[in-house]
């Protein structure tokens, strides 16, 4: 296991000190121990892993310093288009160190949505012709290579990590003013909703959550579109969704995928019909992959949704609050919820035991009833 803080001290001493990316939950400790030694300047987490490889562009056109930019696998898909049209050799060919959280490694036990994208983490970066390396315990002569090799080629390189490469970056747990959990919310949530109403839920823990109050209750997971990947796109598919349906859709988002794709809203609110619901999970953090704040407290959300078209935004602390607000949301359009939840999970907060293959089957044929 590789020592966090000498691996991060390792890359100061070689002149890495400017920081971009989306958290992963195998660079937790990394990503902590990032944001505790470096300034908010030298750390930055980004909206999605394609505007860190942009901020990492432009950090070394104005130092010729080289960033990092780190980022779980499944953020490759953000990442390419300016890895081939803005730091590729043959466009402006800028050197940067990539650090590559690799979940659904070929051998390794993992979700659904991580093995297609942990079999072709390699093939991918071979197709763009961008040099990967595996991390490995003795890091010291692979990061040296790896900044000879960017200073030599001018172009990015990857650095692919293992599960359970970094050793535990014990930080103080990150806080927020709130008191109610994310899984008392949603029961509050579902405890509103009939037959009828259908959610389309987003990628980490508050997909877990829900399938697991489905469990508790002893309901069918029918009609709920648990978006296990796809971070960010959950309230387009649920857009879709209201589109094809008169049923109820509720989309509960969180944060961190707001503010991934929130270009997305605009669109959404100019075209949602009334039973497009959005209820928006908001704990100031990606908290299902080890609590990097997100910068939804530093605006204000509500004033956001509002200026991207909604009609009418609620916001909750409570229990009460969140049942009187959901019986708000019915029958008007662009109507949403915002529900200020604080952060932490149940330790034995288990996974989703129907595939999404089934999960959708299942929705599909309620749906067409
Ligand atoms: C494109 C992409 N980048 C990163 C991840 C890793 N990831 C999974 S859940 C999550 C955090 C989600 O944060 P938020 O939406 O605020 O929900 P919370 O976990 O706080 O409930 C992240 C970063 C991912 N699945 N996909």
């Given at each position: 296991?590789?020592?966090?803080?000498?691996?991060?001290?390792?890359?100061?001493?070689?002149?890495?000190d400017?920081?971009?990316?989306?958290?992963?939950?195998?660079?937790?400790?990394?990503?902590?121990?990032?944001?505790?030694?470096?300034?908010?300047?030298?750390?930055?987490?980004?909206?999605?892993?394609?505007?860190?490889?942009?901020?990492?562009?432009?950090?070394h056109?104005?130092?010729?310093?080289?960033g990092?930019?780190?980022?779980?696998?499944?953020?490759?898909?953000?990442?390419?288009?300016?890895?081939?049209?803005?730091?590729?050799?043959?466009?402006?060919?800028?050197?940067?160190?990539l650090?590559?959280?690799?979940?659904?490694?070929?051998?390794?036990?993992?979700?659904?949505?991580?093995?297609?994208?942990?079999?072709?983490?390699?093939?991918?970066?071979?197709?763009?012709?961008?040099?990967?390396?595996?991390?490995?315990?003795?890091?010291?002569k692979?990061?040296?290579?790896?900044?000879?090799?960017?200073?030599?080629?001018?172009?990015?390189?990857?650095?692919?990590?293992?599960?359970?490469?970094?050793?535990?970056?014990?930080?103080?747990?990150?806080?927020?003013?709130?008191?109610?959990?994310?899984?008392?919310?949603?029961?509050?949530?579902?405890?509103?909703?009939?037959?009828?109403?259908?959610?389309?839920?987003?990628?980490?823990?508050?997909?877990?959550?829900?399938?697991?109050?489905?469990?508790?209750?002893?309901?069918?997971?029918?009609?709920?579109?648990?978006?296990?990947?796809?971070?960010?796109?959950?309230?387009?598919?649920?857009?879709?969704?209201?589109?094809?349906?008169?049923?109820?859709?509720?989309?509960?988002?969180?944060?961190?995928?707001?503010?991934?794709?929130?270009?997305?809203?605009?669109?959404?609110a100019?075209?949602?019909?009334?039973?497009?619901?959005?209820?928006?999970?908001?704990?100031?953090?990606?908290?299902?992959?080890?609590?990097?704040?997100t910068?939804?407290?530093?605006?204000?959300?509500?004033?956001?949704?509002?200026?991207?078209?909604?009609?009418?935004?609620?916001?909750?602390?409570?229990?009460?609050?969140?049942?009187?607000?959901?019986?708000?949301?019915?029958?008007?359009?662009?109507?949403?919820?915002?529900?200020?939840?604080?952060?932490?999970?149940?330790?034995?907060?288990?996974?989703?035991?129907?595939?999404?293959?089934?999960?959708?089957?299942?929705?599909?044929?309620?749906?067409?009833?």
């Amino acid at each position: 296991m590789i020592d966090t803080k000498a691996f991060y001290d390792y890359l100061q001493a070689k002149n890495f000190d400017f920081f971009a990316g989306v958290p992963d939950s195998l660079l937790k400790n990394l990503c902590a121990c990032i944001k505790e030694n470096s300034d908010a300047k030298h750390n930055i987490i980004t909206a999605n892993e394609g505007n860190a490889i942009a901020l990492a562009s432009g950090y070394h056109i104005a130092t010729s310093k080289y960033g990092v930019v780190y980022m779980q696998n499944s953020g490759i898909g953000n990442a390419v288009n300016p890895l081939l049209s803005l730091a590729d050799e043959e466009v402006y060919s800028i050197p940067m160190l990539l650090i590559v959280g690799w979940r659904g490694e070929p051998g390794v036990h993992d979700e659904p949505q991580h093995v297609k994208q942990g079999k072709v983490t390699l093939p991918l970066f071979k197709a763009m012709e961008i040099k990967t390396v595996i991390l490995e315990e003795n890091y010291q002569k692979q990061i040296d290579d790896c900044l000879k090799y960017i200073q030599k080629h001018n172009k990015p390189i990857a650095l692919i990590v293992h599960k359970g490469m970094f050793s535990e970056y014990k930080t103080s747990k990150p806080e927020n003013p709130y008191t109610i959990s994310r899984e008392e919310a949603l029961e509050t949530v579902i405890d509103t909703l009939t037959e009828e109403d259908f959610i389309v839920s987003t990628t980490g823990k508050t997909s877990r959550e829900i399938f697991e109050i489905r469990e508790r209750r002893g309901e069918e997971h029918s009609n709920d579109f648990l978006t296990v990947g796809s971070m960010g796109h959950t309230s387009s598919i649920a857009l879709g969704m209201s589109i094809g349906t008169d049923k109820n859709v509720y989309c509960i988002d969180g944060d961190g995928s707001f503010i991934m794709h929130m270009g997305s809203f605009a669109v959404t609110a100019s075209v949602a019909p009334k039973n497009f619901k959005y209820i928006l999970i908001n704990n100031g953090a990606h908290e299902s992959v080890g609590g990097q704040p997100t910068v939804a407290f530093k605006i204000d959300v509500k004033k956001t949704l509002l200026a991207l078209g909604f009609k009418n935004v609620y916001e909750a602390t409570t229990k009460e609050e969140i049942t009187k607000y959901m019986s708000s949301l019915k029958n008007k359009e662009l109507q949403a919820l915002v529900i200020y939840t604080k952060l932490g999970a149940r330790e034995d907060l288990g996974r989703p035991t129907v595939s999404p293959v089934d999960n959708k089957k299942a929705m599909m044929k309620k749906l067409s009833k």
